[in-house]
């Protein structure tokens, strides 16, 4: 890999690596591939998981 193929590798790394979460999101509602849910449906996932990891 010659410098200049390695320095766009690098340069493509760091552009993903340096996005923010609603950039990321951005993108995928963008390339239709995000996924929605109800307000209703995500906090019952979010109990459920919560009901899963406390203490007997």
């Not at 790394?13 to 307000?39: C, H, I, M, N, Y």
Request: zero cysteines.
């Amino acid at each position: 890999m010659s410098l200049a193929d390695k320095l766009q590798a690098m340069e493509l790394l760091w552009a993903e690596l340096s996005k923010t979460p609603e950039q990321q999101r951005r993108d995928r509602v963008r390339q239709g591939t995000a996924s929605f849910q109800s307000w209703h449906a995500a906090m019952g996932e979010l109990r459920a998981e919560l009901r899963g990891h406390q203490a007997p």
